[in-house]
């Protein structure tokens, strides 16, 4: 399983975002520019983050992106389901069906077993993401806010 570049950009926008000084809004391009990404790549990541009440947007003038919830709300679960969806990993395409014609009922079986470990597999990873929240990540950064327009504007 490939993890999209999407979700580790979607964790550093909200880490970053967490840290902004007086949750002041930041302007998208401000972020693109503090990760060296894409703007309209992060705008559609941004997007996926907003859908699920995550960050919140308002493109007015004095706008921008802010946190939805407390970090302590936010599990690196919720991140990867947003960019991810919460579908399941493994799809099966029942190509069976063409591979095997004699004995269908005993495969079957055997390939209810398989999908069930893959099911087990998914379940204890998305446990373990749920675990994870970005307070989590944040707790040795606690004391540490960052006005990130400020860092910007003296690097330009």
């Given at each position: 399983m490939k993890i999209k570049i999407g979700v580790e950009q979607a964790i550093y ?99 209810d077993q398989v999908n069930l470990q ?39």
């Amino acid at each position: 399983m490939k993890i999209k570049i999407g979700v580790e950009q979607a964790i550093y926008v909200v880490v970053i975002l967490a840290r902004q000084q007086d949750q002041q809004p930041l302007k998208s391009k401000l972020l693109s520019q503090i990760l060296q990404v894409s703007d309209s790549y992060l705008h559609k990541i941004t997007r996926q983050l907003a859908v699920q009440h995550i960050i919140t947007t308002d493109a007015s003038k004095t706008g921008g992106l802010t946190l939805a919830r407390p970090t302590s709300e936010i599990s690196l679960l919720d991140i990867f389901e947003a960019i991810e969806g919460p579908d399941s990993f493994a799809s099966w395409n029942n190509l069976r069906d063409q591979v095997l014609r004699l004995d269908n009922h005993a495969f079957e079986q055997k390939f209810d077993q398989v999908n069930l470990q893959f099911k087990q597999a998914e379940k204890n990873y998305k446990a373990t993401l749920a675990k994870l929240s970005i307070a989590d990540l944040l707790s040795d950064e606690t004391a540490s806010f960052v006005d990130w327009n400020d860092i910007a504007d003296t690097n330009n």
